[in-house]
């Protein structure tokens, strides 16, 4: 397992110029990064969500794809227009995300196409593809050339063999993927039904979905050389 600096995370949260923070409350607040600093960051969020001493966090991926947990103070607000807030952010703390993804996973391929629920750059409705690389019972990672932001909501589908497993998912991080032009997205799943987990489970056990009875197939065709009526029918 690696490490990553401080300077490597802001860099990180810098270039990504939209980040998606959370309060102690959960909810989401989107800020735009204009600038790094070595201990922290500047930029713009709503207005009326941000105070001074106010705590903030989000994550970043480091190269091995382990999540690492930041959170960040407000030192200055500022009034920058009538919606915004020039924010001035200390980073306090970078750790390894307790909360990391530790289901299970299995490394796979398989398609998968979701359909965006609220995003930030992608039209609501809209359908985003990529490419399974793992899943777990807790959330799925894919790769895919459209642009997503780390808290946008999908509709997520995708095809393991002969299974399929629906869901909703949120973005939990977002990195460069090997291939030029795409990213890798990993996401927790919002809400996986019943039967969607339990085929989940299924594959981590290495267990594919029943075959189909082709029985009465069988018979039916048997049949049909049998009796002309039959055959004219299946005609």
Wanted: hydrophobic share 40%; glycine share 8%.
């Amino acid at each position: 397992m690696s490490e990553i600096s401080t300077g490597d995370a802001l860099r990180i949260l810098h270039a990504a110029e939209q980040v998606a923070l959370r309060d102690p409350d959960g909810n989401e607040l989107p800020l735009t990064v204009t600038g790094e600093r070595p201990d922290g960051l500047d930029g713009f969020a709503p207005r009326f969500a941000v105070s001074v001493g106010m705590m903030l966090t989000t994550r970043v991926v480091a190269p091995d794809g382990e999540p690492w947990a930041l959170r960040f103070v407000i030192d200055e607000a500022t009034i920058a227009s009538p919606d915004t807030a020039s924010v001035r952010l200390r980073l306090e703390r970078c750790q390894l995300d307790p909360f990391r993804r530790l289901a299970p996973r299995l490394h796979t391929g398989g398609a998968a196409w979701l359909i965006a629920v609220n995003c930030q750059q992608v039209v609501d409705g809209d359908r985003v593809d990529g490419t399974i690389q793992d899943i777990s019972v807790s959330g799925v990672g894919f790769t895919s050339s459209r642009v997503l932001r780390i808290g946008d909501r999908l509709q997520f589908h995708g095809r393991f063999f002969s299974d399929e497993v629906e869901g909703e998912v949120r973005v939990a991080s977002v990195r460069p993927s090997a291939i030029a032009d795409r990213s890798v997205y990993g996401c927790q799943f919002i809400h996986l039904d019943d039967e969607s987990r339990g085929r989940v489970e299924r594959l981590l056990r290495g267990e594919r979905a029943p075959s189909a009875d082709l029985s009465l197939i069988r018979n039916l065709l048997e049949e049909q050389r049998e009796s002309p009526r039959k055959r004219r029918f299946f005609r």
